[in-house]
């Protein structure tokens, strides 16, 4: 009997061994998902709050993991979030303004009207090709052989606040006035508001050599509006687009 004591006590340790290393491998597989969860819930919220980020460092150190570097990786995660996000917007608003500008072309008949330059508006760094800041569509009038340039600026606004329209800033309205000038030829914006970009609700054609500032009044604005079923008709003798 006293001999069979060790022996029962070496298949205890060996039990308890086994039982340990198993509450082991459970414990770091339920922290490994409450780090996993705890990340999983940052990305969801798109912030990372000083709470969040204390108990995912405590997470990680249970882990034996560099807290630090999880750290750095969600924020950089997050950026990159925000920044698709801005990218998203962006595409967005360029796809609202090409879809405007396509709008305008095709009330421009094809059969009298010739597009000589549609401008891209690409740029990068700072860098840019002379004509993103020119009008978006230039135009010439075909008629009897003869040639009449004229360009337009497309401007689409999804809604009209208070007493006063904006349809472009003090250096945009100046570089067209410059354009019209050097270039010999009229420039007109045509604004279109409400409605989608592709099928506005209301249609102004604003003569640029007849604004002053790059805004303006509700009250002012109606001896322009163009009707929206309706093909535009430059009179090239009064140089005026209808």
């Known amino acids: 009997m006293p001999r069979m004591l060790p022996i029962s006590l ?15 491998v459970k414990s770091k597989s339920i922290r490994n998902e409450s780090l996993t969860q ?14 969040e980020e204390k108990l995912i460092r405590e997470i990680a150190i249970s882990e034996g ?6 750290i750095r990786q969600i924020k ?12 998203e917007l962006i595409d967005v608003n360029q796809k609202a ?8 072309v095709q009330k421009f008949d094809k059969k009298f009207f010739k597009i000589r330059n549609w401008a891209g508006d690409k740029f990068v760094d700072g860098r840019y090709a002379d004509t993103t800041t020119q009008p978006d569509i230039q135009l010439s009038l075909i008629l009897r052989g003869q040639s009449y340039p004229l360009a337009v600026e497309c401007k689409w606004r999804s809604e009209s606040k208070g007493d006063y329209i904006r349809f472009a800033n003090e250096g945009q309205l100046e570089r067209y006035k410059a354009f019209a000038a050097k270039e010999n ?17 209301a249609l102004y054609i604003l003569p640029v050599q007849e604004l002053t500032k790059p805004y303006i009044s509700k009250d002012r604005i109606g001896k322009y509006k163009k009707k929206i079923d309706a093909d535009f008709f430059f009179d090239q003798e009064t140089n005026r687009l209808r």
């Open 10 to 24: 070496i298949i205890l340790g060996g039990i308890l061994l086994v039982s340990g290393i198993v509450l082991l």
């Open 38 to 51: 705890a990340i999983a819930a940052v990305k969801a919220d798109g912030v990372l709050t000083p709470k």
């Open 65 to 70: 993991k560099d807290a630090e570097l999880a």
């Open 76 to 87: 950089s995660e997050l950026e990159e979030s925000e920044e698709d996000s801005e990218t």
């Open 97 to 104: 303004g090409l879809d405007f500008e396509k709008f305008v």
């Open 185 to 201: 030829q009229p420039v007109f914006i045509v604004l279109g508001i409400g409605g989608k970009a592709s099928d506005p609700a």
